[in-house]
Nanobody
């Protein structure tokens, strides 16, 4: 089981930016795709952004144009650059990975809190 460790969360004012990083314990090329999910209090976990090993990306409509997911194979990390943050982006953000085209993520990080104040 791969170990995923997130970092970079924190408190930021609305309109500000944060960068989240996810470090994998082994080469990210072992995975077909990696992603960021988030879960706000009282809400279901939702996919924020995903990236495949060949660089294809997809985003939730709510973050398109504001968030960018990227991978660094040399460092075995996946990053989420978040700009123009809004209070509704407040959530615990989780890094996840899956080994195949089947949409089941079988490796998860412990989560990092992002709080956006108005």
């Amino acid at each position: 089981q791969a170990l995923l460790v997130e970092s970079g969360g924190g408190l930021v004012q609305a309109g500000g930016s944060l960068r989240l990083s996810c470090a994998a314990s082994r080469s990210i090329f072992n995975f077909y795709a990696m992603a960021w999910f988030r879960q706000a209090p009282g809400k279901q976990r939702e996919l924020v952004a995903a990236i495949t090993t060949d660089g294809n990306t997809n985003y939730a409509d709510s973050v398109k144009g504001r968030f960018t997911i990227s991978s660094d194979s040399a460092k075995d990390t996946v990053n989420l650059h978040m700009n123009s943050l809004r209070p509704e982006d407040t959530a615990v953000y989780y890094c996840a990975a899956r080994k195949s085209t089947v949409l089941i993520y079988d490796a998860w990080g412990q989560g990092t809190q992002v709080t956006v104040s108005s």
